[in-house]
Structures are given as structure tokens and as C-alpha cells.
């Protein structure tokens, strides 16, 4: 079970090594196969229903109807359009994101878990440095080599210089949370590893998770102490990368993302407000246009009119007010899913779920099912810290013991 889980994870992230052998949509193929033995492996290994989680299943039905009454509106309103691609990917998005919010997996939370996301996440990163050294371009496809001027913006093994950055970002924030949880010193090291990774990809989405962790952790903090504390880390560390990289490509890259006009970010918000268009000419509570602005429907060999460059748009136009709120309930109830004490993981969900709002990583299949594993890594990161917390006490009470037994051996040879 712990090899396929992990092999499973590594399907999840690696679909340019489909492509560079077989095609894209073997690539997607793989990904879905991956997904539903995870599934699989959840049920079959054993698993507890969370209390008060019984909502995710109606939601989960819910938008299973939104999608069918949106294809029916859709494919009789165009002779053209393909939503069906679109409608399968959402589908397995929802359940996973469904079975993992309302049930906890005990069965997978005691492989290792930790040590397989690490393999997933240090191999793909080694691949980006690899690829931004000019390197292994030409072997794994979809690093971005325009955009910046002829610097290498890399795909890894995800197939796609925008996958790979989100990816490694959600891993970050697991790692994060282990080594707060354990304070096991190579979960603190893989955590910093993957945050630089992240900031050398060029990403802004990744960035914005990064970022946006933090800051949400910052609410998310019990205590006004370790707010101001954690307030006082986050004003050092601004400091610190203004001064190492005030005028730098990375400062102009990161720092631009705030700017409307910065490159990208016109065209951007131009798509936001036709997207809005759309969806005010569809019928507003299903979708009018579903499976027509994305890249999965491209990418499976339907015919796409482009991309919207928000997920919640995208999912506007194609599922409508209803499908919307119906999908993003379920991306609520993961982050509701993580244990309340897993704070620093808890803060990497919201900022990956609001970060779908001005960035289509929505449609991307490690970033989705990444984020619907999280409670799943979370029960791990509890069974091991429970595990831990166990060794020393028990450590501690072998060595009271000893002292005793010392102590009593002394008394007793003072009195012979």
C-alpha cells in the first residue's frame, strides 16, 4: 500500500514523463488512473467518517446535477461546443475533494506519507534547476522559454511550467507544518528547499500561495504574542529580500504582480471582465459556455476558445452561480478537514483556494488534488506527532526509572 500510494503521487506530478514517451492525453490518462487508486486505497484500508461532514455529499450531488443541467443547456444551445472533457476532470475533482473532506483515511495516514511527498516534490525541483540550466528542455516539454526573455521558466516533470510551481508550493506548506508538528529537522530543510524552488520558477501563482500562507497564518495565529512575533519575522524577512533583490529579475517579476499594467497582468484583467460578459449572457445560475474556456478541453483534444485566467470565472461560465458556490464549498471543506492544531497547514489551503480567484490553477490536476490530500497529510502529521510525543514520554519515564533504581542502589550500599 505505501509503494502504490507512492507511486500513485508520483503519476499525479509526473505527467511530462507521459508526454515525452506517449502523448498528453496518455499523460491525463495516467493522472486519472493515479487518482482513483488513491481513492481506492483510502476506501479499502479503512477509513472514519468526520463528524458533521455529511453536507460534502450533498454538495458533491448537487454539482453532479449543476454540471449535467449545464451540459444539457450547452449542447443544445451550440453545435460546436465539447464540455464533456471539462465535466469528467470537475467530476473527479469533486469526489476527491468530497471522500476526502468527510472521511479521514487512518489506513493511508500510517504510510509514509511525508517521506513519498518529499521523493515527488525534491525530484521534480531537481529536474527545474536542471531544465534552468538549458537542460532536459527538449526531453520534458512545457517550460515557458519566451516570456522572459529567454529565461527558463520550468515544467519539471508536471508537463507544464504553470503546474509545477503550485505543486511544489502546496508541498512546501506540508512540510512546513510537519516540522512545526515534530520539529524533525529534514522537514524544516525540504520545507526551505521547496519555498526557494518556488521563488526561483519566476511563478506569481506560486508566490501568491506563499505569500498568502503566511499572511493567513498571521490571522489564522492564537495569541497576540505569536502574532507579534510572527509580525516581526515577516517585516525582517521583507527587509531582507528588498535588500538581496531590490532591481533584480525576481524583485521586477514578484513586485510587478501588484502592478495592473505590469506585463501579463493587462491582458489578465481583460479576460477577467470578458469572462464576466459571458457568464452575464449565459443563464447566470448553470453554465452557458462549460468546458469552452479551459485547457483541459484543448489538452484532450476538444475545441477551446481560450482561457480566462481565473478559476472562478472559468468555473462561472461553466457551471454557472450554483455550480460555483457548490465547487468551492467543497475546497472549504478540505481546509475545514485539517486538524484545528495544523494552523501553518490550514493557512497554505486558504491561500491556495483564494489564490484560484486571479489565477486559472483551478483546472491543474497535481495543484487540485494536492490541496484535496491535505487532511490526509494532516492525520499523518498527527499520527507521527502523537507517535513522537509518545517516544519521549516514554523516554522520560525509563529514565526517571533509572534514576530511582540508581538512587535506591546507592541507599542501599551507604547501609550495608
Not at 9 to 38: H, M, T
Not at 131 to 159: E, K, N, Y
Not at 259 to 277: C, F, L, V
Amino acid at each position: 500500500m505505501n509503494t502504490t500510494l507512492g507511486v500513485c503521487l508520483l503519476v499525479v506530478g509526473g505527467r511530462g514523463v507521459f508526454e515525452a514517451v506517449a502523448s498528453k492525453q496518455i499523460g491525463y490518462v495516467a493522472q486519472a488512473v493515479a487518482i482513483v487508486v488513491i481513492i481506492v486505497l483510502g476506501l479499502t484500508r479503512g477509513f472514519t467518517k468526520r463528524h458533521g461532514k455529511t453536507g460534502l455529499f450533498v454538495a458533491a450531488y448537487l454539482f453532479l446535477m449543476v454540471e449535467l443541467l449545464s451540459v444539457a443547456y450547452v449542447t443544445s444551445t451550440s453545435t460546436t461546443a465539447d464540455p464533456w472533457n471539462y465535466v469528467v476532470v470537475m467530476t473527479m475533482f469533486a469526489l476527491v475533494l468530497c471522500l476526502s473532506g468527510a472521511l479521514e483515511f487512518d489506513g493511508l495516514a500510517r504510510t509514509n506519507v511525508m517521506g513519498w511527498l518529499a521523493v515527488v516534490g525534491l525530484v521534480a525541483v531537481a529536474v527545474a534547476v536542471i531544465q534552468q540550466r538549458s537542460l532536459l528542455l527538449d526531453v520534458f516539454g512545457g517550460s515557458d522559454l519566451s516570456s522572459l526573455g529567454g529565461t527558463v521558466r520550468p515544467a519539471a516533470l508536471t508537463g507544464s511550467y504553470l503546474h509545477y510551481p503550485l505543486m511544489i508550493s502546496l508541498i512546501c506548506f506540508a512540510f512546513v507544518q510537519a516540522w512545526v508538528s515534530t520539529r524533525r529537522r529534514w522537514y524544516g530543510i525540504v520545507a526551505l528547499v521547496l519555498a526557494a524552488a518556488v521563488a526561483a520558477s519566476y511563478s506569481r501563482s506560486g508566490m501568491v500561495i506563499l505569500a498568502g500562507g503566511v499572511l493567513c497564518h498571521f490571522v489564522l495565529s492564537s495569541g497576540l504574542g505569536r502574532r507579534i512575533r510572527l509580525g516581526f519575522a515577516i517585516l525582517v524577512a521583507a527587509v531582507v529580500a528588498f535588500l538581496a533583490f531590490e532591481g533584480t529579475p525576481y524583485w521586477s517579476r514578484y513586485i510587478g504582480g501588484l502592478d495592473s499594467g505590469a506585463a501579463g497582468n493587462e491582458a489578465r484583467i481583460t479576460k477577467w471582465y470578458a469572462g464576466m460578459e459571458y457568464w452575464f449572457d449565459s443563464p447566470l445560475l448553470i453554465g452557458g459556455y462549460t468546458g469552452q474556456f479551459t485547457n483541459v478541453t484543448g489538452n484532450l483534444g476538444g475545441e477551446a476558445t481560450g482561457v480566462l485566467e481565473s478559476g472562478l470565472v472559468q468555473q462561472l461560465v461553466s457551471f454557472g452561480l450554483v455550480g460555483t458556490i457548490l465547487f468551492y464549498l467543497l475546497m472549504v471543506g478540505v481546509v475545514l478537514a485539517v486538524k484545528p492544531a495544523h494552523r501553518w497547514l490550514k493557512a497554505g489551503l486558504v491561500a491556495a483556494m483564494l489564490q484560484t480567484l486571479v489565477y486559472q490553477s483551478i483546472e491543474v490536476v497535481p495543484f487540485m488534488v494536492l490541496f484535496s490530500l491535505m487532511p490526509l497529510v494532516s492525520s499523518h502529521i498527527d499520527f507521527r506527532s502523537s507517535g513522537a510525543q509518545s517516544f519521549r514520554s516514554d523516554e522520560a519515564v525509563d529514565k526517571s526509572t533509572r534514576h530511582r533504581e540508581q538512587r535506591s542502589l546507592r541507599s542501599h550500599t551507604l547501609h550495608v
